[in-house]
């Protein structure tokens, strides 16, 4: 069965430093992996993905994240923090094409001025 | 614009009196999926539609119907509601054309509170 984790429940971050919300996964096959990010009474929006190819994947608003195998573990990072990033941020994984995906319990940001 | 519309996107009742919350995708995606949002838990499946007629039990089906009679709407129906249903909805959908395949688009949300 697939898994996916979020060890952190709140990130705290001054604005311009970087940032980093971790998760790792469980999968049996090959992962697809994903970061959405929920604003405040908004639905989930997408950052990026990973399916193949790069291990560093970049998606939008300046969010990055690397695929790390060994490690299972797909963590999100931004190189400096605006204020505007706080929010809600998931993690989700599903095993191949095929999989059910699954969320994180999410991770809240807190950019501070 | 692409978007997935929930309506209502507030909704106060009391329990035992049947529901129905509304979801509409103007994408022509074939997945549509249902979703609850409880803190510390993260988004939980209840239902998903691979397409017109095709539904599935996601993780947590208990308590709720679903249908998928035309391809753009996907109604989540919760028939006698309960205090545990108490919840933020979503609906999103997903195609499985480039670049957008594999990606949920997802609805602003449905905040019921059952008393």
């Known amino acids: 069965a697939q898994s996916v984790a979020q060890p952190e429940d709140q990130v705290n971050v001054a604005e311009g430093n970087p940032l980093t919300v971790k998760c790792t996964y469980s999968?049996?096959?090959?992962?697809?992996l994903f970061w959405y990010v929920q604003y405040p009474n908004r639905g989930l929006q997408f950052l990026l993905k990973y399916i193949t190819g790069d291990n560093l994947v970049k998606g939008s608003y300046g969010f990055e994240a690397e695929f790390n195998k060994s490690q299972t573990s797909f963590h999100l990072k931004k190189p400096s923090a605006l204020v505007s990033d706080s929010a809600l941020y998931f993690c989700a994984v599903r095993d191949g094409s095929w999989g059910k995906l699954q969320f994180g319990a999410g991770t809240q940001v807190v950019v501070t001025p | 614009e692409a978007q997935v519309t929930q309506n209502p996107r507030y909704l106060i009742t009391v329990t035992g009196k049947k529901l129905t919350v509304t979801c509409s995708q103007n994408?022509?995606?074939?997945?549509m999926s249902w979703y609850r949002q409880d803190p510390g838990l993260g988004l939980r499946q209840i239902y998903y539609?691979?397409?017109?007629?095709?539904?599935d039990k996601g993780d947590v089906p208990e308590g709720y119907k679903v249908s998928r009679k035309e391809k753009r709407n996907f109604p989540l129906i919760l028939e006698s509601p309960s205090p545990n249903q108490t919840s933020l909805y979503f609906c999103?959908?997903?195609?499985?054309?480039?670049?957008?395949?594999?990606?949920?688009?997802f609805g602003a949300g449905s905040r019921l509170t059952v008393l």
């Open positions: 999103a959908s997903r195609g499985d054309m480039a670049p957008g395949a594999n990606v949920l688009t």
């Open positions: 539609s691979m397409n017109v007629e095709v539904t």
């Open positions: 999968v049996s096959g090959n992962p697809y």
């Open positions: 994408m022509n995606h074939e997945y």
